[in-house]
């Protein structure tokens, strides 16, 4: 944080304590930017009657994060709104801008303005007023990024030139009003001219519809009442434009027959809230994308919301890469904040994939997002795939072997699924994302990586995807001359079908037959006689940047309510268990898990609107909530009377009781109506014996106690379980190794030994 300085004080002023004014929460940090000069003269003499005390907020962003060229820049001062402050950057007179908005209130004026013309790098601001000046550092960087993430992925395919997906036309961005946008000007940078288009809901057509560009208005225009009250013509501005090469997009309710929206005279349709949308999926990233998290929603821009997104924040287009995703929100959450006015929340809407990169920047980017709507929850992608590889590899490879007969109730068992679909189909069909092969259809067959016949190709790993973090190491393999990303997988210890053999789902013969034969995979996923061994560097790297979510850090101070589908019945992989295993790391951090509230439902029940509505109210109290409490605290309080744990039958009844997940009853989860109606099943580390926060990437090992089986196993059986695991079974009483709490707002950079470092 950047402190201000008393340039000079008033002839016999002695000074008085810093006044502290807590501004919007960037980052998780509050600037604390004010000073005070203030107090009566030593020797009696009359008080000075011009300003005494300036404060200095950087509005749209951190003072060290500042992208594009300009910021918005709140002054404070005690003096009298016709003394103007003097403005300096760089050590060159600015005119305060004429479009400044000032503010009279009980003691102060502020000035609200647009601060444009920051060279890359530090800049020096100095406001001035009477004898008293304060100086603040805004570090600025160019809008095509990095900023945070460390250095630009390479290749990276553009949209004019992405690969074809059929008769060799190249795919295309949607504007949203029938037109595409026109990348035959892309720079290197995927940079694109910024455009503004108009829709407007019609009353007798379906869906949006393009505003005609000559200034005619139809006269089927439908007006909507927002949630401020106001009638307006339902007609939404939408700007599409490129940040941190991806595609953005803004839609806000506004009249273009009224004034342009800007920071210090917003829209007026606008409520003043932004929901920020994220899109699913997981790939390995290096193009792109055609799409956003979705900006045409109709129910919630007739309210008045503003909605934004951009192409790095769809999981599926942006790497599977939450730090990438978060400082792409960053910097969109930035530019609207200084072309169309600060928001009094900014809540993260999304599923799959999009709760993926909600919970990941929440927890380790805290500030960006201040409410959470996650809905077919994972807690975080590298948990996940723990299941989803060794279901989809090993396991799979195990259980559909003729040779060893197993029926489907028996293969669904050791992972105590609703079916065998479920890993056979659903997660089986599903792409290896910690595979090297594992590229998109975007990305051109003569880039992706061969270990014989390209291997300086790209490697589609999410891991590869994300070498900022995790780093790089030669290849195992002598003959492959290049560097890959360690991996954090690891199944050493991992006695699997444990609770399927003590319920008796399976047999002592089984249980070590499956253990014995497991195996585990390289680091080109292919299949290996041993079990796999995580880099513990890569290990304390998911850990300690936040690539694992916990519910410590970030996400104990933000609310979350968890729209959850029901869909396990269908052997489907977003399986309700995900939600669970969320709540018990917010429960095992924080000893409670009372800001994060878990709706179940069937598929074809959406309680969208419902949760948007209460999310607002929810952050609407807690900014009212006296602000000396713990913020975990604040929310807890302040969460509406309305919400809490619930389920709703096919018909619409609502129940409401806590959501729970009873580890001791793996394969029968039924107690209470709502795990009645929509029972929660495990997984394989799960039915492992793993935690239900599972999140254990290397297990500690222990020795084998025989107390831990229901079963009595003979001499040799044990002889033979001992030589299973010789080194021991994982302790899962015991942390992970490497395990611990995250770190928040870090920056990353090229050197292989120091990739991360806290933001100051």
Avoid at 235 to 262: K, S
Avoid at 663 to 672: H, I, S
Wanted: hydrophobic letters at 35%; aromatic letters at 8%.
């Amino acid at each position: 944080m950047n402190a201000l300085k008393i340039k000079k004080r008033l002839p016999g002023q002695k000074s008085c304590s810093l006044r502290q004014r807590t501004t919007r929460c960037i980052g998780g940090m509050a600037l604390i930017l004010a000073v005070n000069a203030c107090s009566g003269p030593d020797d009696g003499a009359p008080v000075a009657t011009d300003t005494t005390r300036i404060a200095v907020d950087v509005v749209s962003s951190q003072p060290h994060l500042v992208t594009g060229g300009s910021a918005l820049i709140d002054v404070q001062h005690d003096g009298s709104a016709a003394a103007l402050p003097t403005l300096q950057l760089n050590g060159r007179n600015i005119p305060l801008p004429a479009d400044a908005r000032i503010r009279e209130e009980e003691e102060d004026v502020s000035f609200r303005f647009l601060l444009t013309g920051l060279d890359v790098g530090d800049n020096v601001l100095e406001i001035s007023s009477g004898a008293v000046s304060a100086s603040l550092t805004l570090t600025n960087y160019t809008a095509t990024g990095p900023v945070i993430s460390g250095p630009h992925q390479q290749p990276y395919v553009c949209l004019n030139a992405l690969a074809a997906r059929s008769q060799g036309e190249p795919r295309r961005f949607a504007i949203g009003n029938g037109d595409y946008l026109d990348t035959r000007v892309q720079d290197d940078n995927c940079s694109l001219p910024t455009r503004v288009d108009y829709v407007y809901r019609s009353i007798s057509l379906d869906g949006f519809q393009p505003l005609p560009v000559d200034g005619q208005r139809p006269d089927d225009i439908m007006f909507t009442k927002t949630s401020t009250g106001a009638d307006v013509p339902f007609i939404v501005r939408m700007e599409t434009g490129t940040l941190n090469r991806a595609v953005y997009q803004i839609a806000v309710l506004h009249d273009p027959d009224t004034p342009l929206p800007t920071a210090t005279a917003p829209a007026q349709a606008w409520n003043q809230r932004l929901l920020y949308t994220f899109g699913g999926g997981c790939e390995a990233g290096y193009f792109q994308g055609t799409g956003t998290g979705g900006v045409l929603r109709e129910s919630v821009l007739a309210q008045g919301y503003a909605i934004a997104s951009s192409t790095l924040n769809v999981n599926a287009q942006g790497g599977c890469n939450d730090v990438l995703s978060a400082e792409t929100a960053m910097m969109v959450k930035e530019h609207f904040s200084k072309y169309y006015g600060e928001p009094v929340h900014t809540i993260g809407s999304g599923g799959s994939g999009g709760a993926m990169q909600q919970l990941l920047i929440a927890g380790a980017y805290p500030g960006i997002l201040d409410g959470l709507l996650v809905s077919l929850t994972f807690s975080d992608a590298i948990t996940y795939f723990a299941d989803a590889q060794e279901c989809s590899g090993p396991w799979r490879n195990y259980a559909n072997n003729p040779a060893h007969g197993l029926d489907e109730d028996t293969r669904a068992a050791v992972g105590g699924w609703p079916n065998w679909y479920l890993c056979d189909q659903s997660l089986g069909d599903r792409p290896d994302r910690i595979s090297p092969f594992d590229c998109s259809a975007e990305i051109p067959a003569e880039l992706h990586y061969h270990p014989q016949t390209n291997p300086s190709g790209i490697r589609c790993s999410i891991y590869d995807g994300m070498r900022n973090v995790f780093g790089a190491r030669q290849h195992p393999d002598g003959s492959i001359n290049r560097e890959v990303a360690p991996s954090p997988h690891d199944n050493v210890g991992v006695q699997y079908g444990l609770a399927a053999l003590n319920q008796g789902l399976i047999d002592k013969s089984l249980f070590l037959d499956i253990n014995e034969n497991f195996g585990g995979w390289d680091i080109d996923y292919q299949r290996t006689q041993e079990r796999t061994r995580g880099d513990l560097q890569a290990i304390r790297a998911a850990y300690e940047t936040g690539r694992i979510t916990n519910g410590a850090a970030g996400l104990s101070r933000v609310p979350i309510i968890d729209d959850r589908p029901y869909l396990d019945h269908e052997g489907n992989f977003h399986a309700s268990v995900y939600s669970f295993t969320t709540r018990a790391r917010l429960e095992r951090d924080n000893g409670h898990a009372d800001n994060y509230v878990i709706r179940r439902h069937p598929a074809s029940l959406s309680l969208a609107d419902e949760n948007l509505a209460l999310m607002n109210s929810w952050l609407d109290a807690i900014k009212a909530a006296n602000d000396d409490l713990p913020i975990l605290e604040r929310i807890v309080r302040s969460k509406p009377a309305a919400l809490s744990d619930d389920c709703f039958t096919v018909e619409g009844e609502r129940i409401v009781e806590p959501a729970v997940f009873n580890t001791d009853r793996l394969f029968d989860n039924t107690e209470g109506r709502c795990n009645q109606l929509y029972p929660p099943h495990a997984g394989l580390r799960l039915v492992a014996g793993g935690p239900l926060s599972n999140d254990v990437m290397k297990c500690q090992l222990k020795p084998i106690d025989y107390d831990d089986y229901r079963v009595e196993f003979s001499a040799g059986e044990k002889a033979r379980l001992e030589n299973i695991f010789p080194e021991g079974v994982c302790d899962w009483s015991r942390p992970g190794i490497g395990q611990g709490s995250n770190q928040t707002w870090l920056s990353f950079g090229p050197s292989p030994v120091n990739r991360y470092q806290t933001s100051p």
